[in-house]
Nanobody, 119 residues
Framework: QVQLVESGGGLVQAGGSLRLSCAASGNIFRINAMGWYRQAPGKQRELVAVQGGGWINYADSVKGRFTISRDTAKNTGYLQMNSLKPEDTAVYYC??????????????WGQGTQVTVSS
């Protein structure tokens, strides 16, 4: 079995920073991609950033402010969020596309973490 556990998030003033973490555990062969999505109240879940093997994509709304990264040794992904705005307020979810040691391709979601940016 493979699972994702998120940490980080919280309440911050506009202009502040937060870092989210997403730790994958279990029988992991390889993490093919890890991404971050967010869902604000009354809105659909949207892509924030995603990182694969040698490529990264960001939503236009976060370019230059957010940075996605990964520590392959720890099987952990990160989302560094700087210059936060009230419109960044949402529940943030990590997503991992992971090949297990059983060669099953897992498509997993973290439990979600609340990010609230006050003006």
């Amino acid at each position: 079995q493979v699972q994702l556990v998120e940490s980080g998030g919280g309440l911050v003033q506009a202009g502040g920073s937060l870092r989210l973490s997403c730790a994958a555990s279990g029988n992991i062969f390889r993490i093919n991609a890890m991404g971050w999505y967010r869902q604000a109240p009354g809105k659909q879940r949207e892509l924030v950033a995603v990182q694969g093997g040698g490529w990264i994509n960001y939503a236009d709304s976060v370019k230059g402010r957010f940075t996605i990264s990964r520590d392959t040794a720890k099987n952990t992904g990160y989302l560094q969020m700087n210059s936060l705005k009230p419109e960044d307020t949402a529940v943030y979810y990590c997503n991992g596309k992971i090949r297990g040691t059983d060669f099953y391709e897992y498509d997993l979601w973290g439990q979600g973490t609340q990010v609230t940016v006050s003006s």
